[in-house]
T-cell receptor, first 113, second 115 residues
């Protein structure tokens, strides 16, 4: 399984962009990068995923380097409700179908007023 | 469209007892995964069920077992409870087909405390 490395914590001012980095240097060619977040005492919430191209949805943007060894999740205008633990995950494919998510420690993002 | 639900929300057991946790998948989903999250750590994969069969297992002993029913709901059973089994147990459902893979949707979890 490819491992991911994230900073344990980050702070961001409300209204500013939050840029969360992730290293996944051992990622293999057919593995996707997924981002989830977990607000305190809730289940994780899917944010975005990508393979090699940059992706954007209504929640965030995902920038993946050309060598795919790292990525950055961007929350363009952080709000207080974005305070959560953010997990960068590389998807592992199982034998037949589906896959498991291998969570690391994640980054605790605190958005300050 | 209803989301993933889990029951109970909280549970207290003593060492050596057995526990059953339940999960109802999101409508239309055919795969369910279970995760254990200890305090201050990320969720750890226990196992996944697809078409009522176990489809992958993490590093958990056999006393952790599960079932998936024809309506895609699921149970997690833990026998001979240990203190270290105290954790938040998360269920996640997804729709898996041969041509696509969708993200996993998580339930709110069941907080299990073993005394």
């Amino acid at each position: 399984d490819a491992k991911t490395t994230q900073p344990p914590s980050m702070d961001c001012a409300e209204g500013r962009a939050a840029n969360l980095p992730c290293n996944h240097s051992t990622i293999s060619g057919n593995e996707y990068v997924y981002w989830y977040r977990q607000i305190h005492s809730q289940g994780p919430q899917y944010i975005i995923h990508g393979l090699k191209n940059n992706e954007t949805n209504e929640m965030a943007s995902l920038i993946i380097t050309e060598d795919r060894k790292s990525s950055t999740l961007i929350l363009p205008h952080a709000t207080l409700r974005d305070t959560a633990v953010y997990y960068c995950i590389v998807r592992v494919a199982l034998e037949t179908s589906g896959s498991r998510l291998t969570f690391g420690e994640g980054t605790q993002l605190t958005v300050n007023p | 469209e209803t989301g993933v639900t889990q029951s109970p929300t909280h549970l207290i057991k003593t060492r050596g007892q057995q526990v059953t946790l339940r999960c109802s998948s999101q409508s239309g989903h055919n795969t369910v995964s279970w995760y254990q999250q200890a305090l201050g750590q990320g969720p750890q994969f226990i196992f996944q069920y697809y078409r009522e069969e176990e489809n992958g297992r993490g590093n958990f002993p056999p006393r952790f077992s599960g079932l998936q029913f024809p309506n895609y709901s699921s149970e997690l059973n833990v026998n001979a409870l240990e203190l270290d089994d105290s954790a938040l147990y998360l269920c996640a459902s997804s729709l898996v087909s041969t041509s696509s893979y969708n993200e996993q949707f998580f339930g709110p979890g069941t907080r299990l405390t073993v005394l």
